[in-house]
């Protein structure tokens, strides 16, 4: 059971706009922390693409956007591609006994 | 280049110890916090302990506190996760993981770069 609560999966066909959501509690997001979201593709190293709730590395197309409100946070994907299929995990901080760093389950991304 | 290896992956009966290491090179490792993550196979990514730039603040995962050992040595650029008394739920893919920005783990900072990660597995 993850501290932070993702959907297992969600689905879009290409050029459609997907939303992934990202549920936490009062004592991560609900507090203020700063919420992450990685790309991880099967067999690659998990790529950071939003950090501190809405801005994208450099390199990340803009397709890919993030906001936070109260204890949940979402990263949307505009204009879906057949290569944004992958598993996307968001990340926080958790002032709790449970550790500090925490990630989401994870969502695997289906492109039709 | 920035990058982050690991090493020290290997198969061992439960019980048994293990240490990892990860050697960082392109960028100046004591100025951040270091973590180890990992990933069960099958399963999401699941952070496992941080470090602080100076070794001041460290912290672990429910799942390994009491068992697993974070440490750094800055002078060597290397991060380390001494595992001991390992268990078959602790088979993963273990990556190291760099901090954005934050010298300490009291930051809810991202990770900005991974290692390609080194496989333990934990089986008789």
């Given at each position: 059971q993850s501290v932070l609560t993702q959907p297992p999966s969600v689905s879009g066909a290409p050029g459609q706009r997907v939303t992934i959501s990202c549920t936490g509690s009062s004592s991560n997001i609900g507090a203020g922390y700063d919420v992450h979201w990685y790309q991880h593709l099967p067999g690659t190293v998990p790529k950071?693409?939003?950090?501190?709730?809405s801005n994208r590395p450099s390199?990340?197309?803009?397709?890919f956007s993030g906001s936070k409100s109260g204890t949940s946070a979402s990263l949307a994907i505009t204009g879906?591609?057949?290569?944004?299929e992958a598993d996307y995990y968001c990340q926080s901080y958790d002032s709790?006994?449970?550790?500090s760093r925490v990630f989401g389950g994870g969502t695997k991304l289906t492109v039709l | 280049e920035v990058q982050l290896v690991e090493s020290g992956g290997s198969l061992v009966q439960p019980g048994m110890s293990l240490r990892l290491s990860c050697a960082a090179s392109?960028?100046?490792?004591?100025?951040y916090a270091m973590h180890w993550v990992r990933q069960a196979p099958g399963k999401g990514l699941e952070w496992v302990s941080g470090i602080s730039w100076n070794s001041g603040s460290i912290d672990y995962a429910v799942s390994v506190k009491g068992r697993f050992t974070i440490s750094r040595d800055n002078a060597k650029n290397s991060l380390y996760l001494q595992m001991n008394s390992l268990r078959a739920e602790d088979t993963a893919l273990y990556y190291c993981a760099k901090d954005i920005r934050c010298s300490t783990i009291s930051c809810s900072d991202a990770f900005d770069i991974w290692g390609q990660g080194t496989m333990v597995t934990v089986s008789s």
């Open positions: 950071l693409l939003i950090y501190g709730n390199g990340v197309p803009d397709r879906l591609q057949a290569e944004d709790s006994l449970s550790g | 392109g960028f100046t490792f004591d100025d």
